[in-house]
């Protein structure tokens, strides 16, 4: 072997790659230095405030941003409605993220050799597009509507509501219909993580699996997602203290009362409560506990279907599931934590995927109604308003089995994420984030092995170096 | 070699987690102010704040508009009105003390705590009490004249004498004699002779309180509010004290007088005022009805 080739290749694969992160860390430096743009997003345009008024890091919301939410987007001082801005002015901003990333799982189901397979991918890509306005029609009547690709561009409609703001002039009385996000404490659309495996709660989305490589299919429902409906939502001036309810269909968030995946389309109706309190402790910032409870019913198998095809909004056999959960937010200065704990059940049919109109006999021998227990704990680190550091592990672990055969940890989760946005300028024009990130999920005894037959555990990660902005 | 590599792969990425951190906030084309004096305090009640956590407040929420250095340049200022607040010219609107001298540290917290009605100034109520004791602290380092100048005492205001039309009636005779309507219009519409014409102590354009529209004061909701608003002047605008012309009770009829022009705010005045013939008439003659921004009158 001729070891001089080797050395030298090494030599120019180390003077290569020395090359590349010196011109990396130098466009790093130089993006640091650059001017702070002047582009804006829609509030921070409106009210001529940086965007660290209302985040702490954006997106995530400050004391006074979740207040300004709560207000109808409006500040309170009579100038909010339309008529006082320039006529040039539009609610609008735009968010995307350009994005290097690398994911990789183990254990993917693959045609050639035992079946299995570790499979990485890596390369240049980029997010979905969010095309975010949001602000005031009159004197307390608030819009959002949010037009949002994936990142092929097809667009779909994550947020249409009006919202009647302050009747009878009291903030208690807030009403709004449309589609829109749950009144989460901990918000999904406001994460902080943005990676294929980070970009979620995971206790948000869990669903049980009915047996080892047989997912849930009896509905689609994520408590992050955007719902249709109608809230009720009150708060005290000082926003220390919210309560909100709301009145769904029970379709996730999709139009023309299309359940999504599931046995049947449905015209049914959740329902969804939350409520918190926020108190102060000596000078380590504003404490927050709340409670939630998301009441849901799924339809499990058509009423009626034409050509064999389900009728949207006829679906029956309506059986429900139901998670609640308390939250805390605990601020102790730069350093805060949110801690979750989360409960879900789920009816036996729709834990086993089966339909409910042959009653109990209809159901496999050894069922049950699933159920989990979750917990969240997410700790961010705000050095100052330019740099923010975010871990957060969730852990999923199921109480009940839907069958008696499955693994008793089958589905159980493990998900950890940790990362740092970077912001090089705040500004009331536009935003910048490097936004860098590691994530990994262990999925417990969900792919069954083609070769033994016996279940194995999914593991999949994410890591992203990305340029989120906003303007 | 290969632990060579490494050590040097794992000191670049520490410098890159590190070099953000370590850089300081670029949050203007300006540069802040310099490290504030840490002997000034303020004292709201039982809470003490301090500048230097207020500096940290200030450059998250309050420099966009009132500048890096505090002097009201901030990056949004050429596209507000009214500007934002100077506060390197140590001149404050809402004060309980009186024309000339500076506010206590009471007056400033509540500016902070209520906002600033019809301008961008919002309300900062959910910043807890130490942290906006900690901003009035730190905006007192702008202005070297909380070195040198001590707040004013705050001025007495009397208890409030029951209201009566007599009372009302003699407002509005105060009103006429102090020529009021000069610049706030006959109606209190903001539309007097002078009211085009006025400027604040930095040039700028201003235009008088319009009662008829408005629900709430710039410095207060309350009566007393309004009572120390005219007896304490807003410094650096056109509008003065009158401690010197007006006797508190009649600066109580005046209080009951200028409640009644603001007709699209229910009030006991106001409601004492429509049972006269000369209210009724005068309330009759306003067409109240909503506007697109949700209250006032028709032009």
């Known amino acids: 072997m001729d070891w001089s080739k080797l050395i030298n290749f090494r030599d120019r694969r180390s003077r290569a790659g020395s090359i590349l992160f010196s011109a990396l860390l130098l466009l790093f430096i130089a993006l640091i230095d650059s001017s702070p743009a002047r582009a804006i997003p829609a509030f921070a345009r409106k009210y001529g405030m940086p965007c660290s008024s209302c985040h702490e890091a954006w997106p995530k919301l400050s004391p006074f941003g979740q207040q300004f939410k709560d207000n109808g987007f409006q500040m309170g001082n009579d100038r909010d409605a339309p008529i006082f801005q320039s006529p040039a002015y539009w609610p609008i901003a735009m968010r995307i993220t350009p994005n290097w990333h690398l994911e990789h799982q183990d254990n993917v189901i693959v045609d050639q050799g035992s079946g299995l397979a570790n499979v990485t991918t890596h390369g240049f890509d980029f997010g979905g597009l969010d095309i975010l306005t949001e602000g005031t029609l009159a004197k307390n009547i608030s819009f959002q509507l949010v037009p949002s690709s994936d990142e092929t561009g097809a667009f779909h409609l994550e947020a249409v509501n009006v919202r009647f703001d302050n009747l009878l002039n009291s903030s208690w009385l807030n009403i709004k219909a449309g589609k829109f996000e749950l009144d989460n404490l901990l918000s999904e659309k406001r994460i902080l993580t943005l990676s294929a495996n980070g970009s979620f709660y995971q206790n948000y989305h869990f669903q049980p699996w009915v047996a080892p490589g047989v997912a849930s299919s009896s509905y689609a429902f994520g408590i992050g997602d955007n719902q249709v409906g109608l809230e009720w939502m009150g708060h005290s001036k000082n926003d220390r203290t919210r309560i909100s309810a709301s009145l769904l269909s029970a379709t996730d968030g999709n139009p023309d009362f299309q359940s999504g995946t599931g046995l049947a389309a449905s015209s049914a109706y959740e329902g969804f409560i939350t409520a918190s309190r926020a108190f102060q402790v000596g000078n380590l910032g504003l404490q927050r506990v709340g409670g939630f409870a998301y009441f849901g019913q799924a339809t499990t198998f058509p009423k009626y279907t034409s050509g064999s095809v389900p009728i949207n909004g006829t679906g029956a056999g309506n059986e429900p599931y139901y998670r609640a959960g308390f939250i805390g937010m605990w601020y102790l200065k730069k350093l805060d934590v949110t801690t979750m704990y989360f409960y879900g059940h789920d009816s036996v049919y729709l834990g086993t995927n089966t339909p409910s109109n042959a009653g109990s006999a209809g159901l496999p021998a050894g069922s049950h109604a699933p159920s989990w227990n979750g917990a969240l704990f997410e700790t961010h680190y705000t050095f100052n308003p330019q740099m923010i550091f975010v871990n957060r592990y969730e852990l999923i672990r199921m109480s009940q089995q839907a069958l008696d055969t499955n693994p008793g940890d089958l589905g159980n989760i493990d998900a950890l994420t940790f990362g740092f ?51 | ?94 004060r309980s003390t009186p ?91 903001g539309d007097g002779p002078s009211a085009a014409t006025l400027t604040d102590s930095f040039d700028q354009p201003i235009r008088p309180y319009d009662f008829a529209q408005g629900t709430r004061f710039k410095c207060g909701t309350t009566n007393q509010d ?74």
């Not at chain 2, 450059?59 to 500007?83: I, K, S």
Request: hydrophobic share 40%.
């Open chain 2, 1 to 94: 070699m290969r632990i060579t590599k490494f050590k040097g792969i794992f000191v670049s990425l520490v410098a890159v987690l590190i070099l953000p951190a370590a850089l300081p906030a670029q949050q203007s084309d300006q540069a802040p102010a310099a490290k504030p004096n840490p002997h000034i305090e303020a004292h709201v009640g039982d809470v003490t704040g301090h500048p230097d956590a207020g500096s940290d407040l200030y450059y998250r929420y309050c420099w966009g508009c009132h500048g890096a250095r505090g002097n009201g340049d901030g990056e949004n200022a050429p596209y507000l009105n009214p500007t934002p607040r100077n506060f390197v010219a140590g001149i404050f609107k809402c």
């Open chain 1, 421 to 471: 946005r970077y912001y090089p300028f705040v500004s009331s024009r536009a935003g910048l984030a490097f936004h860098n990130e590691y994530s990994i999920v262990w999925q417990r005894k969900i792919v069954v092995s083609p070769t033994t037959g016996l279940p194995v555990d999914l593991t999949s990660s994410s890591l992203m170096f990305g340029l989120d902005f906003a303007f």
């Open chain 2, 99 to 189: 024309t000339g001298t500076l506010p206590t540290d009471d007056d400033l917290y509540h500016s902070i705590e209520r906002g600033f009605y019809t301008t961008t100034m919002p309300s900062w109520i959910t910043l807890t009490a130490q942290n906006r004791a900690d901003l009035v602290a730190f905006i007192k380092t702008f202005s070297a004249r909380w070195a040198t100048d001590k707040a004013g005492e705050p001025i007495q205001i009397p208890p409030e004498p029951k209201l009566t039309v007599e009372s009302i009636k003699h407002g509005k005779e105060v009103f006429q004699k102090m020529e009021c309507w000069k610049c706030h219009g006959q109606e209190g519409r």
């Open chain 2, 226 to 299: 309004l009572y120390k608003i005219f007896m304490t002047g807003l410094d650096g605008t056109p509008m003065p004290s009158f401690a010197s012309v007006i006797k508190p009770e009649e600066a109580w009829d005046l209080v009951h007088y200028l409640r009644t022009l603001q007709v699209s705010h229910a009030s006991p005045e106001l409601a004492l005022w429509k049972t006269t013939p000369e209210g009724a008439a005068f309330l009759a003659a306003e067409k109240v009805r909503n506007t697109p921004t949700g209250s006032g009158l028709a032009p």
